[in-house]
């Protein structure tokens, strides 16, 4: 089943890609993001993908990019809005929230741990059992 415009407008889709170096990327459109076709077409594969990013290991630690963050009016709003980057964040994601102003998306958080992010490229899914396979 495809992605339509009222799903996408009414769910906060967390959706992934994979940049040219092979790093996987978060990306969190609060109701208003861009969704590229390839996501959109299929709500079965995005689900499956997300079960596949929730699957990975904690790393050690993240670091939030500061600049790119919005303004808050206390630590408890802050954190709650945080806490999906930062969760992306510890399974070694580059996590991106929707942005209003020239580019979609901004950087929210990144790893802090010296080991790499997974690489999609280098790992095929197995449906059946839920997990990646090298």
Known sequence: MEMDEEF???????????GADGYV??????????????VASSIES??????????????SGVIVVEESLPDFSGLAQREA???????????????????????PYRQAGACASRRRPPR????????????FRR
């Open 25 to 38: 990327c978060h990306f969190a459109t609060g109701g208003r993001g861009i969704v590229p076709r390839q």
């Open 46 to 59: 995005w689900q499956l993908a997300c079960d596949y990013i929730y699957s990975l290991p904690v790393c």
């Open 81 to 103: 809005y945080l806490g999906s980057f930062l969760e992306m964040a510890s399974r070694g994601i580059f996590s991106h929230d929707v942005s209003g102003g020239l580019s």
């Open 120 to 131: 999609a490229h280098s790992k095929s899914y197995s449906k059946d059992r839920h997990r």
């Open 8 to 18: 996408l407008e009414v769910n906060d889709i967390d959706w992934f890609a994979v």
